[in-house]
């Protein structure tokens, strides 16, 4: 991170382009070779590095422009994992969540474990390297977390004759993703973030209960699913030194209308917050379903905190003077030398469901950069 006080950051994915969009829909109608999707690929990352680095971003992504999605994007890499539209995997005990929650899952397809799981290419490192050559800014590498990987690409009829239950899984996923954090490490990236909305859904648990439903894993309390999340984050660092590690919790991200998403605060959660062993906290605080800052009042967390500042699903552009009060709401309970301040999550964590356009992602963080001077100003 850089060395001042109230860093910026972003949580990984940015809007693509329209062109960007308009090229793989050809690549994928089988009219545009390749290589020239690639060169694509390659310029919408060039952009998304400039625009950042334009609005005043600190910490840069490479805007996960490559990806499918945030998670899709592990069946992209490695063939240990297939993508496979959730409608195919339907049950009827699933059916029934969809219909009462009214969920748009046509939409979502999961990395589904068709093979042992083995770490066969880079995850990310190589998308880190790459940024790398065209900014002298930290680069951050968003790379999925093990209990929402496992919580999605699980699935009793197609996994089960490679891992019998998901806990026969935990080795060898946190094993992949420990060696993608090493590879990271290698590539010079300044932060991992492992995203785990998975446990952000804990405070509700109706998606949960879908996910566990879809992919036929039987857990006989709900509640296991708490133990097992700090689990799978502290065997997936574990032994790993020299870079900083995060884990980003939120409570959905793929539709702009807020009445599916889960609701409340992160008391529902402390205990497995508080025992991960990782430097950083990525956490929701814009929007008012993710509570307000008294649980860790009362739980004090000593690490560094990534302080959502920025709605992005509400297309309204904050001010700087209200996000500089959210910041310095949050400095008497985090400390002000911990905080960096980011959006709530990635303004685009899926390709077909962008949370809002490009201009009004870039001009939330030129207001997250604004409010990031006034605070150094008046705090120096
Ligand atoms: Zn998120």
Redesign the pocket.
């Given at each position: 991170m850089p060395n001042t006080l109230f860093p910026t950051s972003v949580?990984g994915s940015l809007p693509r382009p329209e062109w960007l969009l308009e090229a793989i829909a050809k690549f994928e109608a089988g009219e545009l070779p390749e290589s020239q999707l690639k060169e694509y690929y390659d310029e919408a990352v060039v952009l998304a590095i400039k625009q950042q680095e334009t609005t005043g971003v600190d910490e840069v992504s490479d805007g996960e422009q490559r990806r499918f999605s945030f998670l899709a994007f592990v069946a992209e890499r490695i063939p240990s994992f297939k993508l496979i539209p959730t409608t195919e995997l339907m049950t009827k005990e699933a059916e029934q969540y969809v219909k009462s929650m009214n969920l748009h899952v046509g939409v979502i397809s999961n990395p589904i474990i068709v093979g042992k799981i083995k770490r066969t290419a880079p995850l990310v490192a190589g998308e880190v390297a790459f940024a790398k050559r065209y900014t002298d800014k930290p680069v951050m590498a968003p790379l999925i977390g093990p209990l929402t990987l496992l919580i999605n690409s699980w699935n009793r009829d197609r996994s089960g004759s490679f891992y019998k239950t998901p806990e026969d899984a935990f080795g060898d996923l946190t094993a992949m993703l420990r060696e993608e954090i090493l590879a990271l490490k290698e590539a010079g990236a300044s932060f991992v973030q492992l995203?785990e909305?998975a446990v952000g859904n804990f405070v509700d648990f109706r998606y949960t209960r879908w996910l566990l439903a879809l992919n036929g894993w039987k857990l006989g309390d709900l509640g296991e699913l708490h133990k097992i999340a700090a689990e799978l984050i502290n065997r997936t660092v574990k032994g790993v030194s020299g870079i900083e590690v995060g884990v980003?919790i939120?409570r959905g991200?793929w539709r702009s209308d807020e009445q599916h998403y889960s609701d409340g605060g992160y008391e529902k959660m402390i205990d497995e917050i508080l025992e991960m062993k990782v430097r950083r906290l990525v956490l929701e605080y814009a929007t008012k379903r993710a509570g307000t800052y008294k649980v860790f009042r009362e739980h004090p967390w000593h690490g560094e905190i990534g302080l959502g500042v920025i709605d992005v699903k509400d297309p309204r552009v904050e001010t700087p003077q209200e996000i500089v009060k959210r910041v310095e709401e949050a400095s008497r309970v985090f400390g002000e030398e911990n905080i960096v301040l980011n959006p709530d999550?990635?303004f685009a964590?899926g390709r077909p469901w962008p949370v809002v356009n490009r201009q009004i992602a870039y001009a939330k963080l030129s207001a997250q950069t604004a409010a990031a001077k006034m605070l150094r100003k008046k705090h120096a």
């Open positions: 949580v995203d909305p980003h939120c991200n999550c990635g964590s």
